[in-house]
């Protein structure tokens, strides 16, 4: 059998859509962005404030005017309109970083996030920008009383907030080094702040343009890949040094008592126990805030240290292995170009080609990070959604029909359509996934055919799949893939 035309390769990236040399974009301090799907990163206004340089600390103390504004009329009687508009923020998409697996339409900070802003400055953090016992105010002390704001929450306010920068250092780019062809002047939203008329500000910018939608780039200098330096997790964790920072012996005897009383009662408290005891004492006693946030920026120089890491990281695996990857599955041929190719034939087809790239050609580097961890599901599925993207079938992603998700259903017409599901050996739920949950996507999408892809990183996981295949009699159902991803068990040298 001949073999069909290939699918041309796409451009993933920021500077394989607009022409760029990649090194055009590290020497203007810009990270080269993934236009496929979000990359995990996250802007931290602690690399603002502790920065050097002078249009940073700006930056910064452009957040903290904002937040001033926000707790003078907190306690006012706002129209819920007002609300959603000064304190609600939708997610600054076009920076393409955040969460979102597969795109980048990200959630934003819903109505709670804003309601629970407003409460704070009006209430626990009424001392905010007046604080006498840090350097500075920080916004990351609004997400210090609710654990469930997190590094997303406290970066997408920021870059709303930044928006303006952001703009102008991606126009300063676009005129300097992008072909005309690629760009547009397009209308921005909330660019910037009118104090004067309290009103957020559209502005008409000249931006590169991708699938009718403009781009920004950030700097790679204020992103971070793990937790914002100041967060909630490392307060709790932190708490027996905060308290010893209270300078005043009553008042820190008032801070031990209130946290026993919590435990009171508990013979053995455990771990869980402990620590919402801590959160507790911590959200009675607001200024402990201040405490810990000063230990925070005395041991400021860590942050940046900690951001370099994890960006070398990203890009040493991220985009450069994943751009192997991908050139790989997009230079396939086309299985859709044959009229009477199946689904089932082109789930199968890619399914057993990324088999080989982790198995046989050093993919399995790329699943294992630097770090020795192992990647997660959703990073996986990421790989294989964007590696569907190639096929010229209809590539559904997170089908939903009311009984869960399935992570994709490839397609062509109605009649014809199959289904791909990722999960790691590891997976608590997999013989329960195996045995049951693929016959229930089938007859609620009315597809008949599924494939499984399954992946194991070390000797263990690999004898638990094995037994948990065979006990279900699957052990030689071609639609089970197995997929060896130990770093372990393979020879030295590539074979690629």
């Known amino acids: 059998m001949g073999q069909t035309a290939c699918v041309s390769t796409p451009r993933i990236f920021f500077s394989d859509q607009f022409g760029i040399p990649r090194a055009a974009l590290d020497k203007y301090g810009a990270f080269d962005i993934n236009l496929l799907a979000d990359v995990r990163l996250f802007v931290d206004p602690f690399l603002l404030f502790n920065s050097k340089k002078a249009e940073y600390q700006a930056l910064h103390e452009d957040v903290l005017r904002y937040l001033r504004f926000l707790k003078t ?11 959603k508009d000064l304190f609600r923020f939708q997610e600054v998409k076009q920076n393409w970083f955040g969460y979102c697996e597969l795109g980048n339409e990200g959630r934003g900070l819903g109505l709670d996030f804003a309601k629970a802003m407003r409460e704070a400055l009006g209430r626990a953090l009424s001392n905010f920008g007046e604080e006498t016992g840090t350097k500075s105010s920080h916004l990351e002390k609004v997400a210090l009383i609710r654990p469930r704001v997190g590094k997303d929450n406290i970066s997408d306010f920021t870059t709303n907030l930044i928006k303006h920068y952001l703009v102008d250092y991606t126009e300063r780019f676009a005129k300097e080094h992008i072909d005309p062809a690629f760009c547009a002047t397009v209308g921005v939203r909330r660019v910037r702040f009118n104090y004067d008329t309290q009103t957020w500000v559209d502005e008409p910018r000249y931006l590169p343009v991708f699938q009718g939608d403009y781009v920004l ?17 490392d307060m709790v964790k932190r708490y027996p040094q905060i ?16 946290f026993r009383r919590q435990l009171a009662g508990t013979k053995d408290p455990t771990p869980k126990q402990i620590g919402n005891a801590r959160e507790r004492t911590l959200a009675m006693f607001p200024s402990l805030l201040d405490i810990y946030i000063r230990l925070r920026e005395n041991d400021g120089d860590g942050a940046a240290a900690v951001s370099d890491e994890e960006i070398e990281y990203l890009r040493a695996v991220f985009v450069s292995s994943l751009s192997k990857v991908l050139e790989e599955f997009w230079s396939l041929p086309d299985m859709a170009a044959r009229p009477k190719a199946p689904s089932l034939e082109e789930v199968r087809y890619r399914v057993n080609v990324f088999k080989r790239w982790v198995e046989d ?21 990421r790989v294989v959604f964007l590696a569907l993207q190639a096929s010229r079938f209809d590539v559904n992603a997170e089908v939903n029909n009311g009984r869960g998700p399935v992570d994709f259903k490839v397609s062509r017409g109605s009649a014809d359509s199959a289904l791909l599901e990722i999960k790691l050996a590891s997976n608590s739920h997999l013989r329960r996934n195996l045995q049951n949950q693929v016959d229930v996507y089938r007859k609620a999408n009315n597809t008949r055919h599924s494939v499984t892809m399954i992946i194991y990183y070390t ?13 279900l009699g ?23």
């Open 361 to 381: 050609q050093e993919g399995y580097r790329t699943l294992n990070d630097v770090r020795g961890k192992a990647a997660a599901e959703k990073d996986l599925q």
């Open 243 to 258: 308290v010893e920072g209270v300078d005043d012996d009553v008042q820190r005897a008032r801070v031990d008592q209130y």
């Open 73 to 83: 009329i907190a306690g006012d009687d706002l129209p819920s309109g007002t609300v």
């Open 217 to 233: 780039l950030t700097p790679v200098d204020m992103l971070i890949h793990d937790d914002v330096w100041i967060n909630h997790g």
């Open 459 to 471: 000797r263990e996981e690999k004898a638990r799949v094995d037994n948990i295949v065979a006990e």
């Open 474 to 496: 699957l052990t030689d159902e071609p639609d089970v893939v197995l997929i060896n991803a130990r770093n372990d068990d393979k020879p030295s040298g590539s074979k690629a």
